[in-house]
């Protein structure tokens, strides 16, 4: 809008002197008094059109001042003779000469005579004080720096001088570039935190960092309150300080790039998810088709089960994403904040606005997005091929394993460890033991919580499943995701886990001394691990109560003592192939109860 209405002034303006100059040509006006009556002419048509004049309608666009000695294009462009005539001096080589406005090119460079008319104008103007104040845009306003020589209304500052403590408009400026002493001051973009480099104390400019109270100080307080403190160049500060700031923003770029994989990682695993639950309610539906009524009923429940753990885990999956972007855009505001700390040019200013960011921590983001082969839903085509070969009365028997391996489907996103013992009891199952494993010397109670050693046989019927060698017993439950439970002792004794189909009678049946089975042997003031014949030393605060947490998914199997807090026994990192029980091995008079779920 400026521009457009500077060129309607600047077309009012010659239109105007275009028709004073016909005036001039035809009355041959040569005396003062008819020059000043013809400028009073000009100024008269201009006021009756609204046209008003400010600096730029008469200013040189090369040198952007009044013109002097003026001369003009045959474009209608005009310049100062010499700033037209440096312009077109560097062009001699190329031999094209253009308007520096329009861009017009001339071939030869054009002959040019001063603009008497143009110039007696300018002069007029200076003489009678019309030309206008600078535009509007160039004052200070509320929100600008405003120069700090200017009187009356004051100009935009140009820049800041860190050495004064001063800010300048363009002309006041200058002796900044003209005059050999300004020449080394330190000059940045306006500031209005100047005097925060004052000393209020001692009213000197700051230019030391005191290491010891972490402030910047004056050369007067090093020898008062400061007295004796390691005190450094406030630029040596910040030099060293901007070493740190890089190595943050070069963590900050690794981070927002190691996050931005795992994004890609995520949006790969949801497309294997999708595909695998495809192709298994595919598979499932042409097996189920084979069979009867009944079957093509479990097929639809089965569909049902894959779609929903579909659905489970990949809403888990975009709630990682989401939060891993989350992450980045906090990274990116985090960067272009220590970016703009880069940028600042005053070390004080730099200085003073460092402690305001957060201390440096190291990057503890470590991906664990893992991708496994396409196998999301294998198990689930097993069972069902199982069921299919078992018909209807397997099919009651088996309708829970197959419920069971779809909802293992699971994505391994990072899951921590739980820390408190409340974060544990968020995964506590209840866990009951299985009086057809029970060895017949122990007696279940508690509603088979409770297990006491009786040193003498007890009335149980024979059964496959019970443990004939060993005073040991399995839980009823099977244990695979997340769980957490706990054992209370008396005596001595194992707290064990197991798959199944552990042997039951023989040596090999003992928890520990097989690849079936793990066992934290618990004394009255030791601890020992066993699994597959191997023993391990355990040390740690001995408790009346162990707990155990397992992650079947992650293959992680921890021991806890566990009194006013919980302390790590041992931990077991493998695969597990099975679901898992639990198992108590009890001593000669001892007994172990398995802890309700609060």
């Not at 007696?120 to 720096?145: M, R, S």
């Not at 406030?234 to 190595?247: D, F, I, L, M, P």
């Not at 991708?371 to 091929?385: C, E």
Request: glycine letters at 4%; hydrophobic letters at 30%.
């Amino acid at each position: 809008m400026k521009n457009n209405s500077s060129r309607r002034v600047r077309a009012d303006w010659l239109h105007s002197l275009s028709h004073v100059v016909q005036i001039r040509a035809q009355t041959r006006v040569t005396s003062r008094k008819q020059k000043l009556t013809l400028s009073s002419t000009l100024r008269g048509e201009m006021e009756q059109k609204g046209v008003h004049l400010d600096r730029e309608t008469f200013s040189c666009s090369i040198c952007l001042d009044l013109l002097k000695d003026p001369v003009t294009t045959s474009c209608g462009h005009s310049y100062c003779m010499n700033c037209i005539k440096s312009h077109w001096d560097e062009e001699d080589q190329k031999g094209i000469y253009s308007c520096p406005q329009c861009r017009k090119t001339f071939i030869p460079r054009p002959v040019l005579e001063k603009h008497t008319m143009l110039a007696e104008l300018v002069e007029q103007l200076k003489k009678t004080g019309l030309q206008a104040a600078p535009a509007d845009h160039c004052y200070a306003g509320p929100e600008d720096v405003a120069c700090d020589v200017c009187t009356g209304r004051k100009r935009k500052a140009s820049k800041s001088c860190l050495v004064c403590l001063a800010s300048y408009c363009e002309k006041h400026l200058q002796p900044h570039y003209d005059a050999a002493p300004f020449k080394k001051h330190k000059l940045v973009e306006p500031s209005k935190k100047l005097q925060e480099n004052i000393c209020s104390r001692h009213d000197e400019v700051m230019k030391i960092f005191c290491r010891t109270d972490q402030q910047i100080i004056c050369y007067l307080c090093t020898m008062d309150e400061h007295k004796g403190h390691e005190t450094v160049p406030a630029a040596a500060e910040r030099a060293e300080k901007q070493k740190e700031v890089e190595v943050m923003l070069q963590k900050n770029l690794q981070g927002i790039q190691e996050r931005k994989k795992d994004v890609e990682l995520l949006r790969q695993e949801l497309k294997a998810i999708k595909d695998s639950a495809d192709k298994t309610v595919k598979d499932s539906k042409e097996m189920f088709t084979e069979m009867i009524r009944l079957l093509q009923k479990r097929s639809s429940d089965v569909e049902q089960l894959v779609r929903s753990q579909q659905e489970t885990e990949e809403s888990r999956v975009k709630d990682v994403e989401e939060k891993l972007e989350q992450q980045i855009t906090e990274l990116e505001r985090k960067g272009s904040e220590l970016k703009q700390l880069l940028k600042t040019e005053d070390h004080n200013q730099f200085l003073h606005n460092y402690p305001s960011l957060p201390p440096p921590s190291e990057s503890t983001h470590s991906s664990s997005i893992k991708i496994r082969p396409l196998r999301y839903f294998k198990d689930v085509k097993a069972a069902v091929t199982e069921t299919r070969e078992k018909l209807q009365d397997i099919l009651r028997e088996t309708w829970t394993n197959i419920s069971v391996t779809v909802t293992e489907v699971d994505v391994l996103l990072p899951q921590p460890e739980p820390k408190t013992r409340d974060e544990f009891w968020k995964y506590s199952r209840e866990i009951t033991l299985d009086p057809n494993t029970a060895d017949t010397e122990l007696l279940l109670s508690e509603g088979n919580r409770k297990v006491t050693f009786m040193n003498q046989p007890q009335s149980y019927s024979d059964h496959p499943d019970r443990f004939t060698f060993y005073c040991q017993v399995l839980s009823r439950e099977s244990l695979t995701g997340r769980c957490y439970w706990e054992v209370e002792w008396r005596g001595e004794g194992g707290v064990d886990v197991a798959y199944k189909n552990i042997s039951r009678a023989g040596y090999e049946s003992s928890f520990g001394y097989n690849d079936k089975s793990w066992s934290l042997d618990c004394d009255t003031d030791s601890y020992e691990f066993y699994y597959n014949k191997v023993s391990t030393s355990v040390s740690g605060p001995v408790s009346s109560r162990v707990g155990v947490y397992l992650d079947h998914r992650a293959g992680l199997l921890s021991f806890y003592s566990v009194s006013e807090t919980m302390t790590l026994l041992h931990r077991v990192q493998t695969t597990f192939t099975q679901p898992l029980y639990a198992g108590l091995g009890l001593g000669s008079g001892s007994t172990a109860e398995l802890i309700k779920v609060k």
